[in-house]
């Protein structure tokens, strides 16, 4: 069940005071999940646009030096069209803060920027940890994925494999699964 929009914490818009504590999540999430080696400038010259209003959004949730999560939306284009769109560029909760409501806050903070805008957000997960609970965390939010992320040939990955399961049951929720498992262990007792 997910929790109502407007019992969740508050997503405020970043400011040029925030930016080494956006700068320390954004170095924790490239820890757990970069791809490619950081290059601090790129992503202080995205906070410098969206702290300008230039095709740029960052949100975080938090006060000056206790920053919990932040998300990062960029307004672009994609390469076959003419059309904008809101890039996702990360959502990341604080390891601290991972069982508060904090990725709920963030996702509809991105659907929002997406309804002022009117823009398609286009958002995904790019992780090997813990896939089913993200994955049905934003199927609650943003109903069933289009499509997903696939990854071939890169370093990270190295000894870092989900279980089957993550990937055979992302959508089953807990009821489900709780249900599920009642059934599975009556049927091993027989």
């Known amino acids: 069940m997910s929790v109502p929009s407007n019992d969740l914490p508050k997503v405020r818009k970043a400011n040029p005071a925030d930016e080494e504590e956006i700068m320390a999540l954004c170095r924790a999430l490239h ?48 390469y076959y069209s003419d059309d904008y769109q809101l890039v996702e560029l990360w959502n990341h909760v604080g390891e601290l803060y991972r069982h508060t409501n904090n990725i709920d806050a963030l996702i509809e903070f991105g659907k929002s920027c997406a309804d002022k805008t009117g823009l398609t957000l286009v958002t995904g997960i790019i992780t090997n940890n813990r896939v089913a ?58």
């Open 31 to 78: 820890e757990e999940n970069g791809l490619f080696s950081l290059a601090e400038a790129k992503v202080r010259g995205i906070l410098h646009q969206a702290f300008s209003g230039q095709h740029a959004f960052v949100g975080v949730i938090g006060e000056k030096t206790k920053i919990e999560a932040s998300t990062c939306l960029l307004i672009d284009k994609p």
């Open 133 to 190: 609970g993200k994955v049905r965390k934003y199927r609650q939010r943003l109903g069933y994925p289009a499509g997903a992320f696939f990854v071939y040939n890169a370093r990270w990955m190295e000894g870092v494999m989900p279980s089957e399961e993550d990937f055979t049951r992302p959508l089953e929720s807990r009821a489900e699964r709780r249900q599920r498992e009642r059934r599975e262990q009556k049927e091993s007792v027989r």
